[in-house]
């Protein structure tokens, strides 16, 4: 009993302290669990950062910084060959292309994608950018750096290749997809090294991939073979729309370990599989990145987005991640190209995905893209839950009712188990009377009333831990059920009924996690009374803490937790009347 209790004040006190830093982070101050957040670069822009290293821009390094390239020598980080300009300038103005689906405003100076809006994505309730009509993924704005990038490297030590610092050349045409249109493209050029570098970027009608074609023509009377670079460059600390709603999720971090959705560099490759880099093992230089790849891609992710580059499919590349400045960093890939003869030209085709984490479309993009969508270590389990709520929408037609479907659907396939437990809870709930008597009696001599009990559980056949035990198999089932809902962007601005809107956020009336706790109330008077009179008051207050903690979980949790309540009070009514109907048969 004494360590029952211990438990239990655990328990109290972390809920309790949980609470309080989900408050804190709500309201926009310091997290008590973390460190603080690390400190801006006052000045720093994306475009710092050339792979292997190389002075700011507009300088020339002294000594030619190198990236080391697979398969063959390192080669030189250039040095900027055209002045630079700076985003806002008047040579600077970003050009707008659009699609149905994709907004870009790409910089001439690198050809950089600087700025990224989703126009299938509405804004939600909960962004920081509330003047934002649509989500803004990309951006390049003080303290909030997410740019898409990429250039050639590999020029003769003094000499520099078009870079995602040189200044390109735009070509007229349409900028928006017009009528019938299928696709609506723009065209950059740069000279620099003896190369010419053209690129062009392809929006193509219905899809969230930017299909991009380097032509590289050389210029020259020597062969050359440069490589290709992508690379995204972010902040670590990113005040994002995404961010903000993972670091709320502190409440329901206490559930799962500490855990909330990752937001950072990832990279997939066939022999590595899918791989976090965290944003300090860049710092460090402590990151196992593949050298010498033939597949996979390279992004970054964050709750319910993600943005990739998926370099051509079986060519060579190699995997980096680079700290650009003070808390600003680039993941990326390096591919060599083949040599090309004086006056000829290479044309090679990539593709940068900047999109939701639909897991449909992005299995059909490249091959464990799907991984993106953070499950967790429990995405085995993850994974065919999210199939059947799928398949529960595809019936119904509604997110909110298809999770009160699969709810149903997992309570009843996990009801044999339940039941158990129940049954042992009801016995226990029957011989309550009795274990207090015994508490009462030996209440001066521990040894003697522990003895007591066990003979009570051997008398009546009951198991202290048979209420347990079921409900510890369920737990891993439930901890992914709440990953699904929790990582889904198909909860997102999903409405359920009435008030509720978005079942990706906050029940804005609080009626769900106040109906939540009437039932944890229920259940718990349908279970035992503890014998210690303070794991009681403590058992009769946690309806209330634990109500106000789901105040800041989305409402597609709560409305799972609100119904897995529901059915367990009714399984439980119907179990316990089974067996008080056993037993009075049994007496008569």
């Not at 710092?283 to 993600?306: P, R, S």
């Not at 893209?369 to 065919?384: M, Q």
């Not at 035990?469 to 891993?476: C, D, E, G």
Request: glycine share 8%; hydrophobic share 45%; charged share 15%.
């Amino acid at each position: 009993m004494q360590l029952q209790r211990t438990i239990l004040w655990v328990v109290f006190s972390m809920s309790l302290l949980f609470l309080w830093d989900s408050w804190q982070r709500h309201n926009g101050k310091p997290s008590l669990l973390s460190g603080q957040p690390a400190a801006e670069a006052p000045a720093a822009k994306a475009g710092a950062d050339v792979p292997g290293g190389a002075a700011a821009p507009g300088a020339v390094p002294s000594a030619p910084a190198a990236a080391s390239v697979p398969g063959g020598a390192p080669a030189a980080a250039p040095a900027q060959s055209a002045p630079a300009a700076t985003a806002g300038s008047p040579a600077a103005e970003l050009i707008t292309l659009s699609s149905d689906t994709l907004q870009l405003k790409v910089d001439p100076v690198g050809g950089q994608v600087r700025r990224a809006v989703l126009l299938r994505h509405k804004a939600g309730s909960e962004t920081l950018t509330p003047n934002e009509g649509h989500v803004v993924l990309l951006q390049d704005d003080p303290g909030r750096v997410y740019v898409a990038q990429s250039g050639l490297v590999g020029a003769p030590a003094g000499s520099s290749f078009p870079t995602h610092r040189s200044v390109f050349s735009v070509a007229e045409g349409p900028r928006n997809l017009q009528g019938d249109a299928k696709a609506v493209e723009l065209k950059l050029t740069a000279e620099s090294g003896g190369v010419r570098l053209t690129r062009t970027y392809r929006l193509e009608r219905g899809s969230h991939v930017v299909a991009v074609c380097d032509e590289v023509t050389n210029l020259g009377e020597a062969p050359v073979k440069p490589t290709l670079y992508m690379q995204l460059t972010r902040n670590a600390e990113f005040t994002s729309e995404a961010d903000l709603k993972s670091k709320s999720n502190s409440a329901f971090a206490m559930f799962t370990g500490g855990a909330v959705t990752y937001s950072g560099p990832v990279v997939y490759t066939d022999e590595k599989k899918f791989q976090k880099v965290d944003f300090g093992d860049i710092e460090k230089k402590k990151t196992d990145l593949a050298k010498n790849a033939v597949d996979g891609w390279v992004g970054m992710i964050q709750h319910y987005f993600v943005s990739a580059w998926l370099p051509t499919d079986k060519a060579g590349r190699e995997y980096y991640g680079n700290r650009v400045d003070n808390n600003l960093y680039a993941i990326g890939a390096l591919q060599p190209l083949a040599e090309i003869a004086p006056k000829a030209s290479l044309a090679t085709d990539t593709r940068l995905l900047i999109g939701p984490q639909d897991q449909r479309m992005l299995e059909t993009v490249a091959a464990g893209l799907d991984l993106s969508v953070d499950y967790g270590w429990l995405t085995p389990v993850a994974k065919p839950i999210f199939w059947l709520l799928e398949m529960c929408h595809r019936l119904v037609g509604n997110w909110g009712w298809a999770i009160v479907l699969l709810t149903i659907i997992i309570k009843t396939l996990f009801f044999p188990l339940q039941a158990a437990s129940y049954k042992s809870m009801a016995r226990m709930k029957a011989v309550t009377p009795r274990m207090m008597q015994i508490r009462e009696r030996h209440a001066n001599d521990r040894a003697k009333m522990n003895q007591a009990m066990m003979e009570l559980y051997q008398q009546e056949k009951i198991n202290p831990l048979g209420g347990c035990l079921p409900i510890v198999v369920q737990i891993p089932v439930f901890i992914a059920l709440y990953w699904v809902l929790l990582a889904s962007v198909e909860m997102r601005n999903a409405p359920w009924i009435g008030w509720i809107h978005d079942l990706a956020v906050p029940d804005p009336w609080f009626i769900l996690p106040a109906v939540m706790a009437g039932t944890m109330f229920i259940q718990i008077k349908l279970n035992p009374t503890p014998p210690d009179p303070v794991q009681a008051k403590v058992m009769m207050a946690m309806p209330l803490i634990f109500s106000v903690m789901f105040f800041f979980f989305p409402a597609g949790l709560v409305l799972y937790w609100l119904v897995n309540n529901i059915y367990s009070i009714a399984q439980q009514w119907y179990i316990t009347r089974a067996i008080e109907k056993a037993a009075a048969a049994k007496k008569a």
